[in-house]
């Protein structure tokens, strides 16, 4: 069973920074294509970044730069790196995973396996 369970979000203020964190059971983590999306109230669910089994990593315009997504293959865990936050960061933060490499890797149907989610809001 497929487990991608998120953790460290919080509040932080404009200029801050967080790591988060997406630990994974239930399949062979290093073979799989990993991803971050978010989804701020009221909005769609947006890509934030991907990471492929290769390693090979894709950003969102409006985290270039900012952000940096990475995995430990050896603790099944993915993990988002997000540095100069600004308030329109503020969203549930999701970390999803498919066998393959997505032919859009920012759309979301693409995916197969969904955590729960990790709140991050940033105040100004």
């Known amino acids: 069973q497929v487990q991608l369970v998120e953790s460290g979000g919080g509040s932080v203020q404009s200029g801050g920074s967080l790591r988060l964190s997406c630990a994974a059971s239930?399949?062979?983590?290093?073979?799989?294509?990993m991803a971050w999306f978010r989804q701020a109230e009221g909005t769609e669910r947006e890509e934030v970044a991907v990471?492929?089994?290769?390693?090979?990593?894709n950003y969102a315009d409006s985290v270039k730069g900012r952000f940096t997504i990475s995995r430990d293959n050896a603790k099944n865990t993915l993990y988002l790196q997000m540095n100069s936050l600004k308030p329109e960061d503020t969203a549930m933060y999701y970390c999803?995973?498919?066998?393959?490499?997505?032919?859009?890797?920012?759309?979301?149907?693409?995916?197969?396996?969904w955590g729960q989610g990790t709140q991050v809001t940033v105040s100004s």
């Open positions: 990471i492929g089994s290769d390693g090979n990593t």
């Open positions: 239930g399949y062979v983590f290093r073979r799989y294509c």
């Open positions: 999803t995973a498919d066998l393959f490499f997505p032919t859009d890797w920012s759309e979301k149907t693409e995916y197969s396996y």
